[in-house]
T-cell receptor, first 118, second 112 residues
Framework: GAVVSQHPSRVICKSGTSVKIECRSL??????MFWYRQFPKQSLMLMAT?????????EQGVEKDKFLINHASLTLSTLTVTSAHPEDSSFYIC??????????????FGAGSRLTVL | DAKTTQPPSMDCAEGRAANLPCNHS???????VYWYRQIHSQGPQYIIH???NNETNEMASLIITEDRKSSTLILPHATLRDTAVYYC?????????????FGGGTRLMVKP
């Protein structure tokens, strides 16, 4: 089945540093990936839609200069949290849509990356 | 997308069937019912989806009422590993591979 791999699963960093999270589709090509954020005891909230070869589309209230998204290939999207602060501490989850023509219309999610900013 | 309503939490005894309800009274004719679940500290996992017929796979069964205004996800023999938050989402199939909006879901606690 379709597998999405996220790395790292956990990261602790100092305030002011930048952190990169990778999201890879392992056995399928993903033209579109989605990045979500989840705070404790809350539901997932969409941050941005990552499109291969073009700029990401950000949800209202999400700073594009702070959360840099790159989707340079059909199997890799990266989220970089720049100048991280403690309030950026959260669980970040990516998901991928199977490329049209595959017959599937569901999203496959990564295992998530827990970011803690000290 | 049609709005869904789910109870915030449910308990189930291990080995018994877990029946998770979802109301979607404003569902349109071309909207499917999707179920995902999220085990603690993991990403969501697709479970099952259906349009109007009952569906069954290796994970669960989905029962959709004839008027399609509600549905029930059934885990036939719940185990402790089924403890998770279960999300009911209604989408047109063409958009089901697009971003999903997650509501509060139902927190299922399977107890020994």
């Amino acid at each position: 089945g379709a597998v999405v791999s996220q790395h790292p699963s956990r990261v602790i960093c100092k305030s002011g540093t930048s952190v990169k999270i990778e999201c890879r589709s392992l056995d399928f090509q993903a033209t579109t990936m989605f990045w979500y954020r989840q705070f404790p005891k809350q539901s997932l909230m969409l941050m941005a839609t990552s499109n291969e070869g073009s700029k990401a589309t950000y949800e209202q209230g999400v700073e594009k200069d702070k959360f840099l998204i790159n989707h340079a290939s059909l199997t890799l999207s990266t989220l970089t949290v720049t100048s991280a602060h403690p309030e950026d501490s959260s669980f970040y989850i990516c998901s991928a849509r199977l490329r049209k023509g595959s017959g599937a219309n569901v999203l496959t999610f990564g295992a998530g990356s827990r970011l803690t900013v000290l | 997308d049609a709005k869904t309503t789910q109870p915030p939490s449910m308990d189930c005894a291990e080995g018994r069937a877990a029946n998770l309800p979802c109301n979607h009274s404003t569902i349109s004719g071309n909207e499917y019912v999707y179920w995902y679940r999220q085990i603690h500290s993991q990403g969501p996992q697709y479970i099952i989806h259906g349009l109007k017929n009952n569906e069954t796979n290796e994970m669960a069964s989905l029962i959709i009422t004839e008027d399609r205004k509600s549905s029930t996800l059934i885990l036939p023999h719940a185990t402790l590993r089924d403890t998770a938050v279960y999300y009911c989402i209604v989408r047109v199939v063409e958009n089901a591979g697009n971003m999903l909006t997650f509501g509060g879901g139902t927190r299922l606690m399977v107890k020994p």
